[in-house]
């Protein structure tokens, strides 16, 4: 749900993840009779008003009289719109659309960073609020069976609203319905009238095994599901003619990725062909191609996989982003309820195939030899076996199975069934608590207790700083309704290390605490054993690290977490502050995010100086949470967008770079080391005189994920 509230001319919406809009309107006045709100939204406002003014962000305009559909990305500028029926669509941390009829101005004000739309008088309204952060479908409940696995997997694309390329779009794609067991099958008539298969259908073993593994792609291509006595997987289609056919198990994983990497990502290109295509930067790679877009797009889907698998994609395939996510899954019933949150992340499925790590191969892939314990704790720091797959199909993984990950967010069940239930209990503004237990890193207690306080000026954030806590105020803590606790100080076998004695998770019947930082030695299982009592997702240590490095990661990641980045992204950002990056860890739902960025999804930025006045420049934009989403870096004589996962390549003379960090608010590996853009830009003009003329050159990001 979004809570809506207007108060003297300033519109303030809150969804249940706490992400916030203000935007103003001019000459509000409700009403009860306005324009029909044409999408899927959350909340409405109906009323009138002589114009609306945002933050600058991602508009489309789509013209509902004429069904033309457009993009209004001007760094600065004037739109004109003729009388028309028209809903305009604005891409802010919720997605507003704003429904009207007539002419209307819009116009880019890139001094104050902000858009505007002057309908010229008053005008009858109505304001849509969509959340970013979808609720699932109702819960299809089957029996603990291979059939009962099998019907729940059919169900779970029920969460697709288009047959089209328009797939690709994470708009179009909502929560699957949640997987429970029960002595009978039951399918909700809401789950049941949105389930329909395309003109394809997968044959599966009577094997739990492949069936877990072919999930992703019977949920993205909506195929119906039929077990088979054939000891293979096949893909069937009448456009096909011959069938697909799929190798064993092993080699399935991989064939599996292949397919949907191809097919997701020929529909993210195809897609432009229909009413919502955009400028896309990667769109000349279907020239290479050579096959007709718009009657692909029209195609059903067998036709269209028909044509997708007659090209030379191989030929094109590095130029487009790679898989953002694999989970490797023990092929339990336990695991089968992550499903429909593993499919709504859009993540592929690789069975476990531990191969043994030895504590020195973590060390020297840490980039070091022999690092001396953090102050050393009372007691023995835990110590864990550590494992990693023998394959990974994407670039991040999660490890929902025994054993300690390197690499790898250690996911767990009941970490994707509290983050619903934390969405239950949202109220408030964001609360985040520093603990520090260890008088020695007063420094690091200091530095993220500014980054906080620096964000809540922007934010809405509750947040304080405790000293010195003993086993019952620790507990206490753990019991509240806190969105982020950061704890500072020691850990080993018996727990957390308070000022009398130590605290373990496993006393604690449930926490409240939604994401946590534990940066204390050796934290993993505490950190697992405040997710399976109730928190989402946080950040621990495999092993002892130095103080300074501990200072270093936990301003890092503070500062990222709470800018909007994903958990596991976050962490494999921060950890580039220390050669110790391999003793840091996520448990829980790595792509988990607290809080939202200044965009609503944020980037980072790669950079290498080339000569002394001149840098690459690279911008990373993560699909970990967006996959197939749009993002655009405005600089000059760029005006095309490109899918998020694709990097951006440019080369910025310095005065220019330092003038665009100046301007943003994003993380910036600079020749190897991480940097805040902000900070880095303050250094850069202490370093070199500006050149007056670059002045004019301010730059933006804008991100549009549909």
């Avoid at 300033?10 to 916030?20: F, G, I, P, Q, S």
């Avoid at 409405?44 to 004429?66: M, N």
């Avoid at 076996?385 to 009941?414: C, I, K, M, T, Y």
């Amino acid at each position: 749900m979004t809570d809506v509230v207007v108060e003297d001319g300033l519109v303030t919406a809150v969804d249940d993840a706490k992400n916030e809009v203000r935007f103003r309107v001019d000459g509000w006045h409700p009403t009860s009779v306005s324009p029909a709100m044409e999408r899927r939204v959350d909340r409405t406002l109906h009323g009138s008003a002589r114009g609306l003014s945002f933050r600058d962000a991602a508009v489309s305009i789509e013209r509902l009289d004429q069904r033309r559909w457009s993009v209004f990305d001007d760094r600065s500028g004037v739109r004109e719109l003729r009388p028309g029926r028209y809903l305009v669509q604005v891409a802010t941390n919720l997605v507003i659309y704003v429904r009207f009829d007539g002419p209307c101005r819009l116009e880019r004000r890139s001094e104050a960073d902000a858009l505007d739309l002057d309908f010229g008088g008053p005008v009858a309204v109505t304001i849509g609020f969509r959340s970013r952060i979808e609720s699932p479908l109702e819960t299809v409940t089957v029996p603990r069976t291979l059939e009962g696995v099998r019907t729940a997997i059919r169900h779970q694309s029920a969460a697709i609203e288009t047959a089209t390329p328009d797939r690709s779009y994470p708009s179009k794609r909502t929560h699957p319905p949640l997987v429970a067991f029960g002595d009978a099958e039951h399918v909700p008539d809401s789950v049941a009238c949105l389930t329909s298969f395309d003109d394809l259908t997968l044959r599966v073993p009577a094997s739990l095994d492949q069936l877990l593994v072919v999930a992703p792609l019977a949920y993205y291509l909506a195929t119906d599901l039929e077990f088979t006595s054939a000891e293979t997987v096949s893909l069937e289609s009448p456009a096909m003619g011959t069938p697909l056919r799929f190798d064993g198990t092993e080699a399935l994983e991989a064939q599996v990725a292949s397919l949907l990497h191809r097919v997701f990502s020929l529909d993210c290109l195809v897609r432009n062909a229909g009413p919502y295509g955009v400028d896309l930067q990667e769109s000349d790679l279907l020239d290479a191609m050579s096959f007709d877009p718009r009657a692909t797009y029209e195609a059903t889907g067998g036709e269209r996989l028909a044509r997708y698998l007659e090209v030379e994609f191989a030929a094109v395939a590095d130029q487009l982003p790679p898989w953002h996510l694999s989970v490797v899954v023990e092929p339990t019933y336990a695991n089968v309820p992550t499903l429909p949150y593993l499919l709504d992340r859009l993540s592929l499925i690789q069975l476990p195939r531990p191969v043994p790590v030895s504590r020195q191969a973590v060390v020297s892939a840490s980039l070091g030899s022999a690092f001396p314990d953090r102050s050393a704790p009372a007691g023995p720091s835990p110590s864990y076996d550590l494992v990693r797959n023998e394959s990974r199909l994407g670039v991040h993984q999660g490890w929902l199975a025994d054993g300690v990950p390197v690499d790898a967010f250690r996911a767990s069940a009941r970490a994707f069934e509290n983050h619903l239930g934390h969405l239950e209990q949202s109220d408030g503004p964001r609360t985040v608590v520093v603990v520090n237990n260890d008088d020695e890193m007063f420094d690091e207690r200091t530095a993220v207790t500014a980054v906080y306080r620096d964000r809540a000026k922007e934010l809405s954030i509750d947040m304080r700083t405790v000293e010195s806590v003993t086993r019952d105020d620790l507990a206490a803590l753990l019991a509240e309704p806190i969105d982020f606790l950061h704890f500072i100080g020691h850990c080993d076998e018996r727990g957390l290390r308070c000022v009398d004695g130590h605290l373990s998770a496993t006393d604690l019947d449930e926490t409240g605490v939604q994401t946590f930082f534990l940066n204390a030695c050796g934290s993993f299982e505490q950190g697992l054993e405040l997710v399976d009592r109730g928190s989402v997702a946080g950040a621990v240590t495999l092993r002892p690290v130095l103080d300074p490095t501990a200072t270093k990661i936990g301003a890092a990641f503070a500062r990222l977490v709470i800018h909007g980045f994903a958990i596991e992204y976050a962490l494999s950002l921060a950890s580039r502050r220390s050669v110790s990056n391999k003793f840091y860890t996520v448990v829980g739902d790595g792509t988990h995010r607290l809080s939202q960025g200044d965009d609503a999804f944020p980037a980072d930025v790669t950079a290498e100086r080339r000569s002394d006045h001149e840098y690459a420049v690279r911008f990373n934009f993560s699909p970990l949470n967006v996959p197939g989403g749009l993002a655009k870096p405005l600089f000059p004589d760029d005006s095309a967008y490109l899918l998020r996962g694709s990097p951006y390549t440019t080369r910025l003379e310095e005065s220019v770079f330092a003038e665009f960090l100046s301007e943003v608010n994003i993380p910036v590996i600079l020749d190897g080391q991480f940097c805040w853009s902000t900070d880095l830009a303050d250094r850069l003009r202490q370093t070199e005189n500006r050149d007056p003329s670059s002045t004019d050159s301010k730059n933006h990001r804008r991100t549009n994920n549909n």
